[in-house]
């Protein structure tokens, strides 16, 4: 373990004492995408369903491949004497890629569990890992990576070079070099919000860089472990075959609202049906977009671009219409997207460790109090009864949203690649505990997927997918589809 010899930072473990190089590594991260490198929930995941027989030598050789066209992929993270971090690709091994015969069209749920609730290590990396659940007609490929050097459309572009190279290993190779979002948005102009959130946050500064705490790895691998040791990842799936999401687009067309927007107000009139109106701060939702759509410039199919989500708040009135409701959201969600306040886009500056202790580690001291006891560095942190972080998470819960749908939409890849061809995708957003709804969707080929993800408490058995199935029963029945209604949450 490192340990600080800085006096003003106590000789708590963690910090660096030797300077770097930073223009041997790649760039800086923005505080957005540190705050997802500690935390239990937050990987993002793909799982692509492909028909044909694929080979794991040719599959391994065109990840090579991938590797040098997305250089995140095969990134860690180096920390400098201010403890900034900055990504590198200096002697870092391959990524974890496993083979596993596929006994069953659900295999892959049982693989994703399993590995979802293995940490990432920063500091060697990569942080991200492949799994193909393989048999000689159909596969299905898990791809998870840790939310800090991706969004749900990094994933798709990584699928989708990944199939190019296995079938065409001789292309020339183009490089997408990764870019810093913040570089490529509007600036803002004035804005209350930013400026109250500066003066929060450097009072916050100030009080934190009095008694800093230094996190590393095994911190982490402790709250994790015990994290995971309570919940288990879950999912239930919303899928429409071609003929039922044309069928759905058109009703959606002649209604003036996308697809989207329909099925996310189905998910949130279902819940309020099953489970309870929204209350307080939950009636509002967090939606992120793909900003490559919104930079100032083109960036083109580039991985990475960690961003924020513009929030707005959204109440369902049950004595409407369901589609009145939905055109209500579908308006709102346009307007957010039309004009994209970029304040919202990153945290403002603050001290490095900061944003760890705030978003990986404060918020966990109820959850997981246990874990707090595993490392001398936690116990000192867990004991700071005064520190600032605890007091910010406490604000933070009470800021959490009732829904996050993060939808990727009908993605215009190729589904043929030689004799392999790609039958359905799905897509997982990071889960959280305190979020009801968390929603991933993706398309293509006009086979549409939704999926309902969460930790569920593994003292409670099966309770929790109990209710989520009951949810997505009903929101197929507000989109139409009352005849898809299952007991099943995979079908």
Same mark, same amino acid.
């Given at each position: 373990?490192?340990?600080?010899?800085?006096?003003?930072?106590? !000789?708590?473990?963690?910090?660096?004492?030797?300077?770097?190089?930073?223009?041997? %590594?790649?760039?800086?991260?923005?505080?957005?995408?540190?705050?997802?490198?500690?935390?239990?929930?937050?990987?993002?995941?793909?799982?692509?369903?492909?028909? !044909?027989?694929?080979?794991?030598?040719?599959?391994?050789?065109?990840?090579?491949?991938?590797?040098?066209?997305?250089?995140?992929?095969?990134?860690?993270?180096?920390?400098?004497?201010?403890?900034?971090?900055?990504?590198?690709?200096?002697?870092?091994?391959?990524?974890?890629?496993?083979?596993?015969?596929?006994?069953?069209?659900?295999?892959?749920?049982?693989?994703?569990?399993?590995?979802?609730?293995?940490?990432?290590?920063?500091?060697?990396?990569?942080?991200?890992?492949?799994?193909?659940?393989?048999?000689?007609?159909?596969?299905?490929?898990?791809?998870?990576?840790?939310?800090?050097?991706?969004?749900?459309?990094?994933?798709?572009?990584?699928?989708?070079?990944?199939?190019?190279?296995?079938?065409?290993?001789?292309?020339?190779?183009?490089?997408?070099?990764?870019?810093?979002?913040?570089?490529?948005?509007?600036?803002?102009?004035?804005?209350?919000?930013?400026?109250?959130?500066?003066?929060?946050?450097?009072?916050?500064?100030?009080?934190?860089?009095?008694?800093?705490?230094?996190?590393?790895?095994?911190?982490?691998?402790?709250?994790?472990?015990?994290?995971?040791?309570?919940?288990?990842?879950?999912?239930?799936?919303?899928?429409?075959?071609?003929?039922?999401?044309?069928?759905?687009?058109?009703?959606?067309?002649?209604?003036?609202?996308?697809?989207?927007?329909?099925?996310?107000?189905?998910?949130?009139?279902?819940?309020?049906?099953?489970?309870?109106?929204?209350?307080?701060?939950?009636?509002?939702?967090?939606?992120?977009?793909?900003?490559?759509?919104?930079?100032?410039?083109?960036?083109?199919?580039?991985? !990475?671009?960690?961003?924020?989500?513009?929030?707005?708040?959204?109440? %369902?009135?049950?004595?409407?219409?369901?589609?009145?409701?939905?055109?209500?959201?579908?308006?709102?969600?346009?307007?957010?997207?039309?004009?994209?306040?970029?304040?919202?886009?990153?945290?403002?500056?603050?001290?490095?460790?900061?944003?760890?202790?705030?978003?990986?580690?404060?918020?966990?001291?109820?959850?997981?109090?246990?874990?707090?006891?595993?490392?001398?560095?936690?116990?000192?942190?867990?004991?700071?009864?005064?520190?600032?972080?605890?007091?910010?998470?406490?604000?933070?819960?009470?800021?959490?949203?009732?829904?996050?749908?993060?939808?990727?939409?009908?993605?215009?890849?190729?589904?043929?690649?030689?004799?392999?061809?790609?039958?359905?995708?799905?897509?997982?957003?990071?889960?959280?505990?305190?979020?009801?709804?968390?929603?991933?969707?993706?398309?293509?080929?006009?086979?549409?997927?939704?999926?309902?993800?969460?930790?569920?408490?593994?003292?409670? !058995?099966?309770?929790?997918?109990?209710?989520?199935?009951?949810?997505?029963?009903?929101?197929?029945?507000?989109?139409?589809?009352?005849?898809?209604?299952?007991?099943?949450?995979?079908?």
């Amino acid at each position: 373990m490192r340990v600080i010899n800085d006096d003003k930072n106590n !000789g708590v473990v963690g910090q660096k004492n030797y300077a770097i190089k930073t223009s041997r %590594y790649i760039r800086k991260l923005s505080n957005l995408e540190r705050m997802y490198l500690w935390s239990p929930y937050s990987d993002v995941s793909m799982v692509t369903r492909i028909n !044909g027989n694929i080979s794991e030598e040719k599959l391994r050789s065109a990840l090579n491949i991938v590797l040098q066209i997305h250089p995140l992929a095969g990134a860690k993270i180096v920390f400098d004497d201010d403890y900034n971090a900055w990504f590198s690709t200096d002697n870092v091994c391959k990524p974890f890629f496993k083979t596993v015969n596929r006994v069953s069209d659900t295999q892959w749920l049982e693989e994703l569990q399993r590995e979802i609730q293995i940490p990432f290590n920063p500091e060697t990396g990569p942080l991200i890992r492949f799994i193909l659940v393989h048999s000689e007609t159909v596969s299905d490929l898990v791809v998870i990576c840790n939310h800090s050097i991706c969004d749900g459309m990094s994933l798709v572009y990584v699928v989708r070079d990944l199939l190019n190279s296995y079938t065409s290993p001789e292309q020339e190779i183009k490089v997408t070099n990764s870019v810093d979002i913040r570089d490529f948005l509007p600036k803002g102009g004035f804005s209350l919000q930013s400026v109250m959130m500066k003066l929060i946050m450097g009072n916050a500064n100030r009080k934190w860089e009095k008694n800093p705490y230094y996190f590393d790895h095994k911190d982490a691998v402790a709250v994790q472990n015990a994290y995971w040791k309570k919940y288990v990842f879950n999912t239930v799936l919303l899928e429409l075959e071609p003929p039922e999401t044309k069928f759905l687009l058109k009703q959606c067309r002649n209604k003036g609202i996308s697809v989207g927007s329909a099925v996310i107000a189905a998910f949130i009139a279902a819940h309020e049906d099953i489970v309870g109106p929204f209350v307080k701060n939950q009636k509002q939702l967090w939606v992120p977009f793909d900003m490559r759509r919104h930079a100032t410039t083109p960036i083109g199919d580039v991985f !990475g671009l960690c961003i924020g989500a513009p929030s707005f708040s959204y109440t %369902y009135h049950e004595k409407k219409p369901f589609w009145e409701n939905a055109a209500v959201l579908h308006k709102e969600i346009h307007k957010r997207v039309s004009k994209l306040d970029s304040h919202t886009m990153e945290t403002p500056n603050s001290h490095p460790t900061f944003m760890d202790a705030l978003s990986s580690f404060a918020l966990l001291k109820e959850v997981v109090p246990e874990a707090y006891t595993k490392t001398e560095n936690l116990k000192r942190y867990f004991q700071d009864e005064k520190n600032i972080t605890f007091s910010f998470a406490k604000r933070s819960r009470s800021m959490v949203p009732g829904s996050i749908p993060s939808n990727l939409g009908s993605i215009d890849i190729p589904e043929t690649y030689g004799d392999l061809q790609i039958d359905k995708m799905i897509f997982f957003p990071v889960i959280s505990d305190s979020v009801p709804l968390n929603l991933g969707g993706v398309s293509i080929g006009d086979k549409m997927v939704f999926s309902l993800s969460y930790p569920e408490p593994r003292d409670k !058995g099966n309770f929790m997918t109990s209710e989520m199935v009951q949810i997505r029963n009903m929101a197929l029945e507000y989109l139409g589809f009352p005849d898809k209604a299952s007991e099943k949450a995979i079908v």
